[in-house]
């Protein structure tokens, strides 16, 4: 059993690069993994990737600056599992993003 089973990841920026191998660190270690990135095609061929990886994995496109985008991605993580106690996120995106938060 990994040191994150039952945990869900949230990661932003996940689709490839550091983020992406954040996603698949935490899948090895048992978590639910959540990604996000602005374009659709690399959010599906991430997922893609890691569920050939074994991944139990969902994705999402967003951007950083829509608020509602943001929401919708944080609802969607609870979702993942009744069972989860906790959850980790990981922002991976450049600061001036953040701003008009």
């Not at 945990?7 to 932003?12: F, G, M, R, S």
């Not at 991605?73 to 599992?81: G, I, K, Q, T």
Request: proline fraction near 2%; glycine fraction near 8%.
């Amino acid at each position: 059993m990994g040191s994150l089973n039952n945990k869900i990841a949230v990661i932003t920026g996940g689709t490839c690069g550091l983020g992406l191998a954040i996603a698949q660190a935490y899948a090895r270690e048992g978590a639910a993994v959540v990604i996000a990135s602005r374009t659709i095609r690399s959010v599906e061929q991430a997922v893609q990737l890691l569920k050939q990886q074994g991944a139990q994995v969902d994705g999402r496109a967003y951007h950083v600056s829509d608020r509602a985008q943001v929401q919708a991605l944080a609802d969607r993580a609870p979702n993942r599992s009744k069972h989860c106690r906790s959850e980790l996120c990981h922002r991976l995106c450049p600061q001036r993003s953040m701003t008009s938060l």
